[in-house]
Structure formats: structure tokens, C-alpha cells
């Protein structure tokens, strides 16, 4: 065999071994939560809150942080997606390409995107005290909302600035005025990739624990005010695997696996709603 | 005599950041026929007629002095509105680009974002504008589907139709066979020959053939300067400078 042979041949391997350690990551990650977690699922743990001595392993669930991170995410990602939609269709459609407004603000998103989260929390609870207010759902929303706003503007740039420049050509050239445009042909055009970074945007958000512990606090009842406190699911997770006890530890691995299950009915539902509207793409 | 004229391009200059790509250009468009800007690759055609839509301000850096009038109005005057002015004209591109709606969608679109909301109406318009593109038959029973899932040559039809539904006076058209089979290219050229009693058509070509059987009138480009206008014929048979009886003869391309 000659050199080139056995170079292709070994870079091939290399391809073969890393793909396989990254499917084998994510397929050791849900095998551990669901074998752990499992045994501990009860339907309780869905149905109620912590009732008294639930971290010390008496009865109850996790529905006070089941709702809260959907609470919270999801106002966070609306939130989130109301701020980043002008911002994207910004740098696509009105600024000069590349021009030094274009790529400082993608500079900014991209600074901000490293940031670490407890930053944002610290950041969060700091305007928080300044404004005078306590921990609570809304505090919590709008942190997470500035956590997550770099990723979705980025991914949803990422997007936009993929759509054909002629097929904005072509809609200028009926007359349309750069807003009907972006409204009518680039926010259809790229619905599929909007929908990608609004669940990537929600996935962070919904799983980060650092940035809630100070703004959204937490709390055992069933969140039902934007102004009181709210548990997450991340938190609830930390405190039982923070317990001494064995049978709450396990229930953290439980939650684990609600956690996950969330994050996975909520991408297909999207996925096969949005299929309905995204037939119409120019590929 | 003169033609009538509704496009009058007075010392038309364009740059694209230093590059000075259209030089001192004044011409007179006749109405109501063909008119076909030849000229080798790189001359400044698809500029010149992105000039007249104002789609040159898109380009990023770009400067543009001298003015383009269409009917007696500077459409490089600030104060205008750039939506009426394109509105005068419907654009079809070398590649065609359905926007991505449905068919029907396609072609309402343009009346729809200029006031038209009846059903009826725009019912009427589609297929109005379908059948003048020649179009209708082939996709009346499916007005609702994708306007990506037609062929290409259907796709250029069916932008003609868009471009048409505005109602404009003038048709830009950029290469616009190049993508196409001889087949689908026939039709547009087709389509073409039977808008100009009713249309200024411009188009920009460099299949020469396809400008001989098109033209009643060429504008010859070479290097962003406009060397020779006229009709068709005296152009083609007897042109009047060296330059275009070379690039005519295939000597410079
Ligand atoms: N967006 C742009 N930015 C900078 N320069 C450009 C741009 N578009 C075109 N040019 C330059 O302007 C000149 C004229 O281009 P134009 O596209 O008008 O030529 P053309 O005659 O249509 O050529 P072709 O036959 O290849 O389509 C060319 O030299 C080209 O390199
Ligand atoms: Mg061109």
C-alpha cells in the first residue's frame, strides 16, 4: 500500500472513531438518567408539588419546577425572539453588508455568547436590587431572556443572511419596501432556521441553573405569579442531588429525564407543526 | 423623426467604490418595443439596466451621478418613491426566482401590496397575467402548490406573471434565458415578441442570435461606455463604429 492510501485510510478512522464517541456521549448520557431515574419515576412526580420532607425523601414531586422552567423559558425565549427578530433583520436587510456597524454588532453577540451564565445571573440580580426587586419568575425571565438573545440572534443571522439576494430583488422589484419584504419572503424563506434557533435558544434557557439561583429563586408552590418566586427544574435537580439520601438522589435523575423528555416533545411538536409552513421554501 | 420615449438616461455615471463601471451614458429608450443592450462580459449591461429599477442601490458602496428619467421624473432624486418607481417596471433575473409562496401567491403578490384585497379580483388577475406569460394552461389545477415545485422554465414564466400583475409600462429582463432550455427559452422569447406592442421591453443579452431575432433596437456597451444605439437593423447590418462591427463579427467578445 502506498503512503496516500494508508494517510486516507488512517484520517478515515479518525472520522469513524470521533462520530462514534459523539453518538456514544449522547446514548450514554440518556441510558444513565433513564436507568437511574426510572426505578424513582412515579406519577406523582409529575402530578404535585414537594410536599413537607420531600428532600429528605417523603412523598411529593416536581410540578413547582416542571411549570416554572416552562414558565420561564418560554417567556424568555418569546421575550428573547421579540429583541432579536429587529436586531437580525437589521444586519440582513437595512445596514451595508460587512459594513463596521454589521461587524461590530456581530462582534457584541459574539462576546456575549461567551459570557458565562452565572455572569448573566449575577448581572440579573444586581439591576435587580438596583430596581428594588426581589427574586421572582419575572426576574428570572428576563435574565434568561439576555442569556439567550446572543445565541438566537446568531443562529437566526446565521439564517437570514443565507437567503438569496435575488429573491429580494425580486421582491423590491413588485414594489415592495424593505419591511414587506423581510415581513413577506425572508421571515417565510427562513422559518425552518428561525425555528432551529428559537429551540436551541430554548433548550439553553430552560436547562442553565446558574443564571435563575439569584433572579428566579426558588419556591415549592406552583408558580402563579410573575412577581413571586419560581422553581426550575436545573435547581431542583441540584438540591436532590445535593441530599444525603440515596432514594432523592435518584429522584434527581428522574427529573433529569423529565427535563430531557420536555426539550425532546417540545422540538418534534415544533418540527411537525412547522413542517405545514415550510413546504414553500426555495431550496 | 424621434421615438417616443418614457426613459430618458441623461450622463449616467455609476461606481461601484472606485471602479467607475458605466461612463457618461445618455440615451433616449423608444417605446413599445424590444430594445437589447449587447456588449462583452463585464461592460456595465446588467448595471445599465438595474439603473433604471434603482436595484443599484443595493450594491453596497455604490455612487451614481447623472440622471434617469422615466416619465419626466429623476427617479436618483432623493424625494422619490422608490416603490412607485419599480412598480413602473417588472424585473426578470438570469436565474428565475419564485418567491416562496405558492403560485397563485406569487403572482398576488405585487396587487396584493398595492391595495388589491378583494378575492374576485385577484382571482382574475392571476389568471389574467398567467395566461398573458402563457403560463395558465399548465398550472391552472395547481395555482396552490409550492411555486418551487415547476420546472425552471415554468419558474421564469411565472416571475414574467409577477412582474406583469403590477402593471408595468416596461420589462427588465437580465439574461433571462440563460438558465433555460432551448424549449423554455422559446417561450420567453416568444412571450417577448408578443408584450412589445404593449411594453417597453428591455433586454440584455449576449447570445447574439438570440439579439438578432429579439431586437428592434440595440444598445451596443463596451467597457461602461455606450459605443452605438440604434435600430435593429442598421445596427446589424451596417454599424456605424469599428467597435461594434468587430464585437458583431465575433472579432472581440
Ligand atoms: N456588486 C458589485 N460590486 C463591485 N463591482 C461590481 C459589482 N457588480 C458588478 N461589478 C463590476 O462592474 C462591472 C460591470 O458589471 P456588470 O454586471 O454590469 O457587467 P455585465 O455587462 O452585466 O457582465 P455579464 O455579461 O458578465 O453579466 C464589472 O467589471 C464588474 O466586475
Ligand atoms: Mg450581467
Redesign the interface.
Known sequence: MDRRRIEENIFKGLMIVSTIALCLILVLIVAAITFKGLPSMRLSMITQTPKGGFYLGKEGGILNAILGSIYLAGGATILALFLALPVVLYLNLYARRNGSIVRLVRFCLDVLWGIPSIVYGAFGFTIMLFFGLRASLLGGIITVALLILPIMCRAMDEVFSMVPRGLLEASYAVGATRWETALKVVVRQGLPGMITAVLIAFGRGIGDAASVIFTAGFSDAVPNSLFRPAATLPLAIFFQLGTPFPQVQNRAYASAFILTMIILFISITTRIVSRKYTRHIIK | MEPETHIRVKNLNVYYGKDHVLRDVSINIPDKRVIVIIGPSGCGKTTLLRSF?R?VD?V?GVRVSGEVMVDEENIFDPHVE???I??K???L?Q?P??????IYDNVA??PR??GIKDKKKLNSVVEHYLKIAGLWEEVKDKLHT???QVSIGQQQRL?LA??L??EPEIILADEPTSALDPKSSRHIEESFLRLKKDYTIIVVTHILRQARRLADYVIFLYCGELIEHGPARQVFESPREKMTREYIQGVIS
Open positions: 429599477n436595484l443595493t453596497d422608490l416603490t412607485h419599480r412598480k417596471m417588472g424585473l433575473s436565474t426566482y419564485p418567491l416562496p409562496m405558492s403578490y405585487g401590496l398595492h409550492p411555486a418551487t416571475c409577477r412582474g400583475a403590477v
